[in-house]
């Protein structure tokens, strides 16, 4: 059975670099049409997709992140990354990962990681 | 693309069948996605491919819709579907994908 898992620190400071890793057990990020991603929910709010990276290594980010996120896989620790530069109090939210399956919605999602800025 | 929900809220009973509306701002044919929401957990696939049952899901939650309107049914509302519902589009890879507001259905 899938499962992923966030890691990284719960408190970033402003202007800083908030940095996420995703573990993946139970498959491979180079399974054929899975898009692994990142989507980010702000305490109280709705959730915002900020970006994928499909099992070839093309990635995919929303543009309202100005530029600011990078998403890259490690295939040799079957994990996948998220670094989101220059952070502000508006970074501040749970971030999930997930898979996504092509002409699919995302599962299964990560339990989800708490960041402060 | 814009995902507009309807309602934000949902006040309903054991039993009721309520719906929940999402709409497109720009045509993502079929390329929608519901998932439910339950506080301090992550989203739960629910419905793709605006009416496809994820494997698992009760038979009481269908979907339907194409091009720019869709909508998400609850047959019979059980205990355990209280939660937030959310749709997402991701209709193309020049675009973001992304998600309605939420509507919160809550008990009567």
């Known amino acids: 059975q899938l499962q992923l898992q966030e890691s990284g620190p719960g408190l970033v400071k402003p202007s800083e670099t908030l940095s996420l890793s995703c573990s993946v057990s139970?498959?491979?990020?180079?399974?054929?049409?899975?898009?692994w991603g990142w989507i980010r929910q702000p305490p109280g709010k709705g959730l915002e997709w900020i970006g994928s990276?499909?099992?070839?290594?093309?990635?995919y980010y929303n543009p309202s992140l100005k530029s600011r996120a990078t998403i890259s896989a490690d295939t040799s620790k079957n994990q996948f990354s998220l670094t989101l530069r220059s952070v502000t109090a508006a970074d501040t939210a749970v971030y999930y990962c997930?898979?996504?399956?092509?002409?699919?919605?995302?599962?299964?999602w990560g339990q989800g990681t708490l960041v402060s800025v | 693309i814009e995902m507009t929900q309807s309602p934000s809220t949902l006040s309903a009973s054991v039993g009721d069948r309520v719906t929940i509306t999402c709409r497109a701002s720009?045509?993502?044919?079929?390329?929608l996605a519901w998932y439910q929401q339950k506080p301090g957990k992550a989203p739960k696939l629910l419905i793709y491919?605006?009416?496809i049952l994820q494997n698992g899901v009760p038979s009481r939650f269908s979907g339907s819709g194409s091009g720019t309107e869709f909508s998400l049914t609850i047959t019979s509302l059980q205990p355990d579907d209280f939660a937030t519902y959310y749709c997402?589009?991701?209709?193309?890879?020049?675009?973001?994908?992304?998600f309605g507001q939420g509507t919160k259905v809550e008990i009567k």
């Open positions: 997402h589009q991701h209709n193309s890879y020049s675009d973001p994908w992304t």
């Open positions: 720009q045509n993502v044919k079929s390329w």
């Open positions: 491919q605006a009416s």
């Open positions: 139970g498959g491979s990020l180079r399974t054929n049409s899975h898009y």
């Open positions: 990276i499909y099992y070839s290594g093309t990635t």
């Open positions: 997930a898979r996504r399956l092509v002409g699919r919605g995302f599962d299964p």
